[in-house]
């Protein structure tokens, strides 16, 4: 009895949502945490990038991100042989997903800088200088293909190996 008015209450939700977006989600608490996410929890909107996207400075992301992000994430931000990325949860998102790649720089680097809690996602405040932070976002807005880096070595058995 209880349950039945939350039910009703979240379906009229789900299709008012559903009716408002191009390609309905398939979850509705999906839809409302990405949200407010993307509106409300992550700031920095309109921060800037001070660093140039030069070739040496994505390579210089893509080398702090090796350090400190691929455990999680994968060598191409894609969770390539993380095994655990589906199974978190939230589960680990692609960096390459359109979900992501539509916050802007500065809530990149928000995100880098504060982490998302509760999730698994940590804050590199006081860890990453402010360089190291602005220069992984430009080694995610280039992201390299699925798979093309080969694995994080955490997770190819070679971690005892002399
Ligand atoms: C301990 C595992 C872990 C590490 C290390 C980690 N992340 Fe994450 N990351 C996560 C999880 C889990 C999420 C999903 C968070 C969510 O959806 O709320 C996430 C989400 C993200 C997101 C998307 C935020 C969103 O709105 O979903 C970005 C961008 C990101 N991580 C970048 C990084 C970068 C860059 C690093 C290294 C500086 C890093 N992460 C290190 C686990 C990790």
């Known amino acids: 009895m209880r349950g039945k008015p939350i039910t009703i209450a979240g379906t009229m ?22 949200w407010t996410k993307h ?4 700031r920095g909107k309109t921060d800037r990038n001070p660093i140039p996207a030069t070739p040496e400075k994505i390579e210089s992301g893509k080398q702090t991100f090796g350090f400190y992000c691929v455990v999680c994430h994968g060598r191409d931000g894609q969770n390539t042989g993380v095994p655990f990325a589906k199974a978190l949860s939230p589960p680990i998102p692609s960096l390459a997903s359109s979900e992501i790649q539509s ?3 500065g809530q990149l680097k928000w995100v880098i800088e504060n982490g998302i809690a509760p999730s698994g996602m940590p804050a590199s405040k ?9 220069t992984i976002v430009l080694f995610l807005r280039h992201l390299p293909p699925a798979g093309s880096l080969g694995e994080p070595r955490a997770y190819t058995g070679d971690e005892y190996e002399k």
């Open 13 to 34: 939700i789900s299709i008012a949502l559903t009716a408002c977006r191009a390609t309905p989600p398939t979850h509705v608490e999906t839809t409302v945490i990405d």
């Open 39 to 42: 509106n409300i929890t992550v």
């Open 103 to 105: 916050y802007t720089d």
């Open 126 to 134: 006081g860890i990453l200088s402010e360089d190291d932070m602005w």
